[in-house]
Each structure stands twice: as C-alpha cells, then as structure tokens.
C-alpha cells in the first residue's frame, strides 16, 4: 500500500478525533480546522517517517499543541472578535463535551485561560495524558506542567467549574 493511500486512510480514520483535538486546545471550531490542516500538511511530507511509528496519532497531536502553543505566542498582541460571520461547523461528537450546562462553563473558563494554560489542561484532563508525556508534547519541564496546570484549576474553580473530570471524561 502507498504512502499517500496509508496517508489518505489515517486522515478518514482519525480525522474527526483530530478536530476535535484541535477544537479542544484552540476554544473555536475556525482554529481547529487551521491547526488540523497545518499539522497535517506538516506530517504530510515526513508521513513515510511517521507512519513506522507506533503511535501515527499521537506525532499528529504533538505537532498540534506545538503548532497551537506556536500560534498563541506570536498572536499575543491580537484582539480576537466573539462574533464571527460564518456559521460553526456542526461535529456532534462534540455534543459530549460541550451539551450541559457544566460543560458551557467549562469552556467559557478555558477561554479565560492563557494558551499554554489551557494546552495543559487539555493534554491532562481531555487526552488523559502524564506528566512527561505533556512535557514531551509541549516541549516544556515537569515543573512548568504543574505549575500551568494549578494556576489553570485555580483560575477555572474561581470560574465556577467545580470538577473537570467530570465534564472532560
């Protein structure tokens, strides 16, 4: 089988658990389909490389969140709107995470929280992932782990969300 066909079967395959990723890091359904679209233009040209990996998806997400933590740094000093003029794409897969009432304030915290903040909670809470496998994705300390992951709980309870755990599993 090809590298393109193999390439083309992994897209199909996880394509929509990828959105959803990126959907989850970024807070709007817009960055999502751009980080999806760079990440895998980006593993594109070293799928040879990546598909002899044993984990395929697990190289697509972390260049995601390093895409993702990439974008936020040079973005700092933009003014995102709230409204946008184009209708969301409709994924309802993300009805698990997004449908109660927990979970709207949920992501209207992580809203509040800066980038790498968020990038933390979501590689912990959403992606189950440990420690070294966050500093790993991220490219960051053990130390800046647990530092960005307690002042984003402490950010996120002052917001109201009692348990993440709950909304995010």
């Known amino acids: 089988m090809g590298d393109d066909r193999l390439f083309a ?3 199909r395959d996880r394509g929509a658990a990828l959105y959803r990723y990126g959907f989850l890091l970024t ?17 594109r040209s070293r799928w040879t490389r990546v ?8 190289y697509v997400r972390t ?3 390093r895409l993702h933590v990439s974008w936020w740094r040079r973005r700092r000093r933009e003014v995102p709107s709230a409204a946008l003029p184009e209708e969301p794409v409709v994924d309802r897969e993300l009805d698990r995470v ?7 304030r949920v992501w209207a ?3 509040l929280l800066p980038p790498g903040q968020r990038a933390v909670v979501v590689l ?22 647990r530092s960005q992951v307690a002042r984003a709980l ?9 348990k993440l755990e709950e909304v995010t599993s």
């Open 27 to 43: 807070g709007n359904h817009h960055d999502a389909d751009d980080l999806v679209q760079e990440a895998l233009i980006k593993v």
């Open 9 to 11: 079967d992994f897209v």
């Open 109 to 111: 915290a992580l809203a």
């Open 124 to 145: 912990r809470y959403y992606e189950h992932l440990s420690d070294p496998e966050i500093c790993a994705v991220l490219g960051i300390s053990r130390g800046t782990v």
């Open 98 to 104: 997004e449908g109660s009432a927990q979970a709207a």
């Open 51 to 58: 598909v002899r990996q044993d984990d395929p998806t697990g």
């Open 154 to 162: 402490d950010k996120l309870r002052a917001a109201g969300v009692a």
């Open 63 to 65: 260049t995601m969140a």
